[in-house]
Nanobody
Framework: VQLQASGGGLVQAGGSLRLSCEAS????????MGWYRQAPGKQRELVAS???????NYADSVKGRFTISRNNARLTVYLQMSSLTPEDTAVYYC???????????????WGRGTQVTVSS
């Protein structure tokens, strides 16, 4: 079971990016999914999360600018980022609480991260 993130890159301030993160492997179900970020010299922080039922939660710093969504059929979570600022520059990681097909214990799975750089 693994997560593969994509969609990062370099964008000017005020621009937009869309991150995607697809789960793969022998998966029975995915509960919460989320995006975290870690800027240089800072701790990793939660950006946004979404439950299996679609309830969302956002960090105050991104409310109104970022939107998290998921496609359960595609085992994918998205992060639409708009009105980006240099303060959003970080490595973005996806995370998911995954119920494997052949294991009774849920797995806390992390993707490898994708770099988002916002230039001023």
């Amino acid at each position: 079971v693994q997560l593969q993130a994509s969609g990062g890159g370099l964008v000017q301030a005020g621009g937009s990016l869309r991150l995607s993160c697809e789960a793969s492997g022998r998966i029975l179900n995915i509960n919460n999914m989320g995006w975290y970020r870690q800027a240089p010299g800072k701790q990793r922080e939660l950006v946004a999360s979404i439950t299996g039922g679609g309830i969302t939660n956002y960090a105050d710093s991104v409310k109104g600018r970022f939107t998290i969504s998921r496609n359960n059929a595609r085992l994918t979570v998205y992060l639409q980022m708009s009105s980006l600022t240099p303060e959003d520059t970080a490595v973005y990681y996806c995370n998911a609480d995954i119920m494997p097909l052949l294991n009774s214990r849920n797995l806390d799975v992390w993707g490898r991260g994708t770099q988002v750089t916002v230039s001023s």
